[in-house]
């Protein structure tokens, strides 16, 4: 069964830094391109960063260049973005997505909420 399974999430102040954690069973991560999406309310849900199942340097959204790290263990199945210089606008439901050709699995999401 294809899974994948978001966690850390939490409450963090403006500033903070949270590492959120995606795992993956059912199937090998490590041929697949991996992304983090974030869904705020009332938003569209917009890609935050994505790296390639060869390697290479990732990519980001403007909105979280130089605070955001992906990054992927794949001896663990395990995707991982690093959020430091967290802000408010950064709350939302971030999900993993795994991506091969068209082959799309998602996660249900870890809830991030940045606020004083």
């Known amino acids: 069964q294809v899974q994948l399974v978001e966690s850390g999430g939490g409450l963090v102040q403006p500033g903070g830094s949270l590492r959120l954690s995606c795992a993956a069973s059912?199937?090998?991560?490590?041929?697949?391109?991996m992304s983090w999406y974030r869904q705020a309310p009332g938003k569209e849900r917009e890609l935050v960063a994505r790296?390639?199942?060869?390697?290479?340097?990732?990519n980001y959204a403007d909105s979280v260049k130089g605070r955001f790290t992906i990054s992927r263990d794949n001896a663990k199945n395990t995707v991982y973005l690093q959020m430091n210089s967290l802000k408010p606008e950064d709350t939302a439901v971030y999900i993993c997505?795994?991506?091969?050709?068209?082959?799309?699995?998602w996660g249900q999401g870890t809830q991030v909420t940045v606020s004083s």
């Open positions: 997505k795994g991506q091969r050709g068209l082959q799309n699995y």
């Open positions: 059912g199937f090998p991560l490590s041929m697949y391109a």
């Open positions: 790296i390639l199942s060869a390697g290479g340097s990732p």
